[in-house]
């Protein structure tokens, strides 16, 4: 069973910035498509940022285009999140997402694996 763990979390003031980190074990690490979701108190789950297996492509929501970068270390079987220019509607739980799906398409049912999340708080 693949387990997913996440830190970086934490509180920040608007405009500053936060890295999550997702560790993957007990899985072949390269053969995952990777993500990250998040979910904020009231609100549905939305689609933060995706990464292909390779590496290759990635895929973002429109609201954190150019100032969030997802990136992967298959040495290191870690996924990471940069996030830049926080605003305090970033304010949310993020859980890390994985998936033998070739795609980092933005659909929550289409991952098998989640974390347990990460509380991130931006501050106004």
């Known amino acids: 069973q693949v387990q997913l763990v996440e830190s970086g979390g934490g509180l920040v003031q608007t405009g500053g910035s936060l890295r999550l980190s997702c560790v993957v074990s007990r899985g072949t690490f390269s053969s995952y498509t990777m993500g990250w979701f998040r979910q904020a108190p009231g609100k549905e789950r939305e689609f933060v940022a995706g990464?292909?297996?390779?590496?290759?492509?990635?895929n973002y929501a429109d609201f954190v285009k150019g100032r969030f970068t997802i990136s992967k270390n298959n040495t290191k079987t870690t996924v990471n999140l940069q996030m830049n220019s926080l605003k305090p509607d970033a304010t949310a739980v993020y859980y890390c997402?994985?998936?033998?799906?070739?795609?980092?398409?933005?659909?929550?049912?289409?991952?098998?694996?989640w974390g347990q999340g990460t509380q991130v708080t931006v501050s106004s």
């Open positions: 990464i292909s297996r390779s590496g290759g492509i990635t």
């Open positions: 997402v994985a998936d033998r799906e070739p795609m980092p398409i933005s659909k929550g049912y289409a991952y098998d694996y």
